[in-house]
């Protein structure tokens, strides 16, 4: 398994990291962190301005960073971000499902078109991920891992947070 670590630790140098909702909050230090470990960084977030000012950053570190726009809600853009992240780095070890957006209110007054792209990202995001990233790393045998990330609204709801 050569350019993998030699422990098999999935952050080890060289190895590859998929981080959506990578443009900011915790997406964005995720992929600075897994970036400074060596890793094979491709970022993605619907945000293209903020994940090419982050991977600049990353680059003058000297990091190897590659930024993939996506939307995690759009199937075909999240297959898109795996092929290209595959081509360009190879099997993929550690995919961080992060993106996600928050949308307040009162549900009957929220926007259908908000409210289905809350949960096209939020929930769907998620989904697209494991089906577009986990069959080629099952096939890879190397060590890997996904990591799903959700707000603290995805366990429990508070008032105005039904969306």
Same mark, same amino acid.
């Not at 209110?105 to 089906?131: M, P």
């Given at each position: ?56 950053? +990353? ?6 960073? @590659?930024?993939? %726009? &996506?939307? =995690?809600?759009?199937? *075909?853009? #999240?297959?898109? $971000? ?49 089906? +577009? ?6 096939? @890879?045998?190397? %060590? &890997?891992? =996904?990591?799903?990330? *959700?707000? #603290?609204?995805? $366990? ?8």
């Amino acid at each position: 398994m050569g350019r993998r670590g030699v422990s098999g630790d999935v952050l080890s140098n060289g190895n590859v990291a998929v981080v959506t909702g990578a443009g900011s909050g915790i997406g964005a230090a995720i992929a600075r962190a897994v970036a400074a470990r060596g890793m094979r960084t491709v970022l993605a977030d619907v945000a293209a301005t903020r994940i090419e000012a982050l991977a600049r950053q +990353s680059r003058d570190d000297g990091a190897t960073v @590659a930024c993939v %726009p &996506t939307d =995690v809600g759009d199937a *075909a853009q #999240v297959d898109r $971000l795996a092929s290209t992240t595959v081509e360009s780095f190879g099997p993929v070890n550690l995919l961080v499902n992060n993106a996600g957006i928050e949308t307040t209110g009162r549900l009957w007054q929220i926007d259908k078109t908000r409210r289905d792209a809350t949960t096209a990202v939020n929930v769907s995001g998620v989904y697209h991920g494991v089906r +577009s990233f986990v069959p080629a790393m099952i096939e @890879a045998a190397a %060590p &890997t891992h =996904v990591v799903n990330l *959700a707000s #603290v609204g995805s $366990l429990t709801v508070g008032p105005f947070q039904t969306p």
